[in-house]
């Protein structure tokens, strides 16, 4: 699925992705970035802990265990209550079915 604002551009003359940069132009005068704003299913959130918390179950995770290497990042997930980090090995193959089947809280 590709992004409807055209985030990531790739640029020829500089052979180089360039990336989301949270609409820099948005976010540094107040305002949350568009992909969250228009976001239908409030999938997207730009929001502080305290709202996350008020607003969504489960414990936000960014932390990743890729095989033997540990990933830190600004981004968050919701996972199920207690999970401290979310662990990718690399042998296994994840398709879409499992995820869902692992997110379901019955």
């Known amino acids: 699925m590709a992004c ?4 990531p551009k790739y640029h020829a ?3 180089q992705m360039i990336k989301c940069d ?4 948005r976010t540094s ?3 949350k970035p568009m992909c969250a704003t228009v976001c239908p299913s409030q999938a997207l959130m730009y929001a502080t802990p305290e709202e996350i918390a008020e607003k969504r179950s489960g414990t936000p995770v960014n932390e990743f265990i ?7 990042t600004k981004v968050h997930l919701m996972m199920p ?8 090995k ?5 398709q879409k079915l499992d ?8």
Do not use: I, W
Request: hydrophobic share 35%; with cysteine; proline share 2%.
């Open 4 to 7: 409807p604002f055209g985030v």
């Open 13 to 15: 003359a500089y052979d």
């Open 22 to 25: 949270m609409c820099y132009d």
């Open 29 to 31: 005068v107040g305002k």
């Open 66 to 72: 890729f095989g033997g290497t540990k990933v830190t």
């Open 81 to 88: 209550h207690g999970t401290k980090q979310l662990e990718v």
């Open 90 to 94: 690399t042998n296994s193959k994840v």
């Open 99 to 106: 995820m869902l089947k692992m997110a379901r809280v019955d």
